[in-house]
């Protein structure tokens, strides 16, 4: 079974920062969480990953709590090719993936 | 960078021959790579994982004399999907273990198989 659970959709207007969360409270200490989306009918698309500090790049940030048990992916202007199902993974030396059921976000214009 | 391509990206066949997915890394070498299935409106769920040089690991309920995976270099494997039945018909996803890039699994676009 998936480690994570998220919602199963969202909604976000064009032009606005999209905040999808994730839930992992069993997360254990040497395991990462790794973000991807999904666009019909393709292969998923890697975002972003982390293990306990905030992380930037030119698609996204991952902001993960102290904790560690729940993150939460920025798109910070989100466009409508950013329409897609969004996976939150947690995984650890294996990297083997176990896909929960994702977000499917939905950008209106 | 970090690109995986799948050949072929659609088959159509008649039950009970075989079909055969290649997944290869353009870029990078991938000591492991990973072989998916997607049916419609549902997530992708892991069948097996393949490591090059030794026998792949299948996940519990994926049969393994059924889906036959080799992989037999740093940048191929191999998908045969045996005896292939209309219950086959799904859409068909590898990845690719960049080890020594960035940890991470990078995904091919994916093989649609429809078994007629």
């Known amino acids: 079974d998936a480690k994570t659970t998220q919602p199963p959709s969202m909604d976000c207007a064009e032009g606005r920062a999209a905040n999808l969360p994730c839930n992992h409270s069993?997360?254990?200490?040497?395991?990462?969480v790794y973000w991807y989306r999904q666009i019909h009918s393709q292969g998923p698309q890697y975002i972003i990953h982390?293990?306990?500090n905030n992380e930037t790049n030119e698609m996204a940030s991952l902001i993960i709590t102290e904790d560690r048990k729940s993150s939460t992916l920025i798109l910070p202007h989100a466009t409508l090719r950013d329409t897609a199902v969004y996976y939150c993974?947690?995984?650890?030396?294996?990297?083997?993936?176990?896909f929960g059921t994702g977000t499917r976000l939905k950008v209106l214009a | 960078g970090a690109v995986v391509s799948q050949h072929p990206s659609r088959v159509i066949c008649k039950s009970g021959t075989s079909v055969k997915i290649e997944c290869r890394s353009l870029?990078?070498?991938?000591?492991?790579m990973f072989w998916y299935r997607q049916f419609p409106k549902q997530s992708l769920m892991l069948m097996a994982t393949?490591?090059?040089?030794?026998?792949?690991?299948?996940e519990q309920g994926v049969e393994k004399d059924k889906f036959l995976i080799n992989h037999a270099s740093l940048t191929l494997s191999t998908l045969t999907v045996t005896s292939a039945h209309p219950e086959d018909s799904s859409f068909y996803i590898c990845?690719?273990?960049?080890?020594?890039?960035?940890?991470?699994?990078?995904f091919g676009p994916g093989t649609r198989l429809t078994v007629l």
């Open positions: 993974i947690v995984t650890s030396g294996t990297y083997k993936y176990i």
């Open positions: 982390g293990l306990k």
């Open positions: 870029d990078f070498q991938a000591t492991t």
């Open positions: 990845s690719a273990f960049a080890e020594l890039r960035t940890d991470t699994q990078y």
């Open positions: 069993t997360i254990s200490g040497n395991e990462y």
């Open positions: 393949s490591n090059e040089g030794s026998k792949a690991t299948y």
